[in-house]
Nanobody
Framework: QVQLIESGGGLVQAGGSLRLSCAAS????????MGWFRQAPGKERESVAT????????SYADSVKGRFTISRDNAKRAVYLEMNSLKPEDTAVYYC????????????????????WGQGTQVTVSS
C-alpha cells in the first residue's frame, strides 16, 4: 500500500522559508519520479516542482523558479521542497505525489502522470 506523508508546513511571514518533507512507503521509491503540487482555496491544483528518479533532472513552475528547490534522498525514501522568499501567493495546501509510471521522467510531466498522493500539508504565508 503506497503511503506518502507530508510534513513541515506551517505559518510563516513573507520573505521567510520553510522546508517540506515527504516520507514514502509501499513502493520502490527509487523507481518513480516524484513531485510537489499545491492547491489554493478556489483554485485548481498546480504543479510546483518535479524530480526524476535519481534526482538528476528537475522542473519548476515559473512562479517558484529561483525560490524553491526540490530534492530527494532515495536511501531515506524521502523527497523535499525547500521554499525560500515565500510570498502570500504561495499560500496553499502542498501535496507530495509519486508518478504512476516507473523508470520514466519528462520535464513535461503533468499532474495526470501522478497516481499516488499524500494528504497534504498547509502552508500559510502572511504579508
Amino acid at each position: 500500500q503506497v503511503q506518502l506523508i507530508e510534513s513541515g508546513g506551517g505559518l510563516v511571514q513573507a520573505g521567510g522559508s520553510l522546508r517540506l518533507s515527504c516520507a514514502a512507503s509501499g513502493f520502490t521509491f527509487s523507481q518513480n519520479a516524484m513531485g510537489w503540487f499545491r492547491q489554493a482555496p478556489g483554485k485548481e491544483r498546480e504543479s510546483v516542482a518535479t524530480i526524476s528518479r535519481a534526482g538528476t533532472s528537475t522542473s519548476y513552475a515559473d512562479s517558484v523558479k529561483g525560490r524553491f528547490t526540490i530534492s530527494r534522498d532515495n536511501a531515506k525514501r524521502a523527497v523535499y521542497l525547500e521554499m525560500n522568499s515565500l510570498k502570500p501567493e504561495d499560500t496553499a495546501v502542498y501535496y507530495c505525489a509519486a508518478a504512476t509510471r516507473t523508470h520514466w521522467y519528462s520535464s513535461l510531466i503533468r499532474s495526470a502522470d501522478f497516481g499516488s498522493w499524500g494528504q497534504g500539508t498547509q502552508v500559510t504565508v502572511s504579508s
